[in-house]
C-alpha cells in the first residue's frame, strides 16, 4: 500500500507554511505525490487566509492522508501551536518546528510515511531556545540513532543537472580544513555510492573528488593536503571497486562538459560544493540526506522572513524535493 510524504512546518513565520500551501495547490496540476504537513491547523488555515488562498486543511492521522489529499491540506497535528506572524519568530517557533521534525521521523521510523520532506528552518531562533545541533542535517542523525550510534549523515544538493556533496558541512572554513581527514573522505564518498546506487539506480556511481586548494594543491606548491589527505581517499576508494576520481582543481569541475564525466562531485568544504548548484539551480535544488535508515529531503534555500506572508516565495524547491522524495522512496535498496 502507497504512504504519503511527510512535510514537516519548518519555522512557522518563514515561507515554509506558504511553500506547502501553493504546492498542494498545484497538486492535480504537476501530479504531486501525496503529503501531509505536521504542524498546527489553525495556524496553517489562518496562513492560507493571509495569502488569499482557498485551501481547506483538514486534521488527519497519517494514515488517512491520501484519501484526503485531493479535496484538503491533511494535517497531522504535533500538540505544538504555532501564533508567529510571517516573518516574525516568536515564542512558538522553535518547538513548534523542532516537534514536527521529531513527529516525522516517528512516522517514517513506524512506517506510517514513506519519506520525510522538511521546510526551512531558522537556526538562530532554533539556537537561542537551546537547540544543541548544527542544523537539520544532525538533528536528524540524532534522532534516527535513538539511544544509539548516530549515524554519519551526508548532505547531498541534487538537481537534474547536478548533484554535489561537502565532506565538511556547517563549520567554519579553519574548522573544515582541521577536520578534513583521509577517512572521512572515504566514509562519506563510500555513502554516496551507495545512495546512487540504491535510491538513483545508477548501477556504477562516478565520483569526481575535488581539491582543498587553489588547483588541487599544484602539486604541493599550493598546499600539502590535496597529496597527504585527498589523494589517498581516492586511491583506498579505486581499491574498493568505486569509481573515484581526483582531486582536481574545484574550479575547472563545474562547467558543462566537465559535469558529463561524473554522477556526483565530493567537495571538501560547504561553500566549494554549494556555490555551484545554488548557481546552476537556486529554484529547483533539493537537499538530500543521505547515511539516514530513510529518506529525507528539503528546499534548497532558507526561510525567507522578507517575503513570508507576501505570495511571493516560490514552491519549485519544495515541489522538486517532494518529487525527488517519493523517487527516493519507491526505490528498492540493494
Not at 12 to 31: C, K, Q, S, T
Not at 74 to 89: L, Q
Not at 172 to 180: E, G, K, P
Request: charged share 20%; proline share 8%; aromatic share 4%.
Amino acid at each position: 500500500m502507497a504512504k504519503p510524504l511527510a512535510l514537516t512546518l519548518g519555522e512557522p513565520a518563514g515561507i515554509g507554511p506558504d511553500i506547502a500551501l501553493a504546492a498542494w495547490l498545484r497538486r492535480d496540476e504537476l501530479d504531486l505525490p501525496p503529503f501531509y504537513l505536521l504542524g498546527d491547523r489553525d495556524f496553517l488555515a489562518q496562513r492560507a487566509r493571509t495569502l488569499g488562498l482557498d485551501v481547506a486543511c483538514a486534521d488527519v492521522r497519517p494514515e488517512q492522508a491520501i484519501d484526503h489529499f485531493a479535496r484538503a491540506l491533511p494535517v497531522v497535528g504535533t500538540g505544538d501551536r504555532a501564533t508567529a506572524s510571517p516573518g516574525h519568530p516568536d515564542a512558538s517557533s522553535a518547538p513548534a518546528a523542532i516537534g514536527s521534525i521529531r513527529q516525522a521521523v516517528a512516522d517514517v521510523t513506524a512506517g506510517r510515511a514513506a519519506a520525510i520532506v522538511t521546510n526551512p528552518i531558522a537556526k538562530s531562533v532554533l539556537y537561542k531556545a537551546g537547540f544543541a545541533h548544527p542544523g537539520h542535517t544532525e538533528f536528524l542523525a540524532a534522532l534516527a540513532g535513538g539511544d544509539g550510534q548516530a549515524p554519519q549523515p551526508v548532505m547531498m544538493l541534487w538537481c537534474p543537472s547536478l548533484a554535489v556533496v561537502p565532506v565538511t558541512i556547517h563549520v567554519s572554513l579553519r574548522d573544515a580544513i582541521a577536520q578534513l581527514s583521509t577517512d572521512l573522505i572515504v566514509s562519506t564518498a563510500r555513502i554516496v555510492a551507495a545512495a546512487l546506487s540504491n535510491r538513483f539506480g545508477i548501477a556504477q556511481p562516478r565520483l569526481a573528488i575535488s581539491g582543498l586548494n587553489p588547483h588541487a594543491g599544484e602539486d604541493g606548491a599550493l598546499g600539502g593536503e590535496d597529496r597527504a589527505i585527498i589523494a589517498p581517499a581516492v586511491e583506498i576508494l579505486r581499491r574498493a571497486g568505486i569509481e573515484a576520481r581526483g582531486p582536481l582543481p574545484a574550479d575547472t569541475m563545474f562547467h558543462a562538459a566537465a559535469r558529463e564525466n561524473y554522477d556526483c562531485a565530493i567537495c571538501m568544504y560547504h561553500d566549494q560544493a554549494l556555490i555551484p548548484i545554488k548557481t546552476i539551480a537556486f529554484d529547483e535544488g533539493v537537499n538530500v540526506t543521505l547515511g539516514l535508515p530513510f529518506v529525507r529531503t528539503s528546499p534548497d534555500h532558507g526561510t525567507a522572513f522578507d517575503i513570508a506572508g507576501s505570495g511571493r516565495a516560490n514552491p519549485s524547491s519544495l515541489i522538486a524535493a517532494l518529487r525527488l522524495a517519493a523517487r527516493m522512496a519507491a526505490a528498492q535498496p540493494a
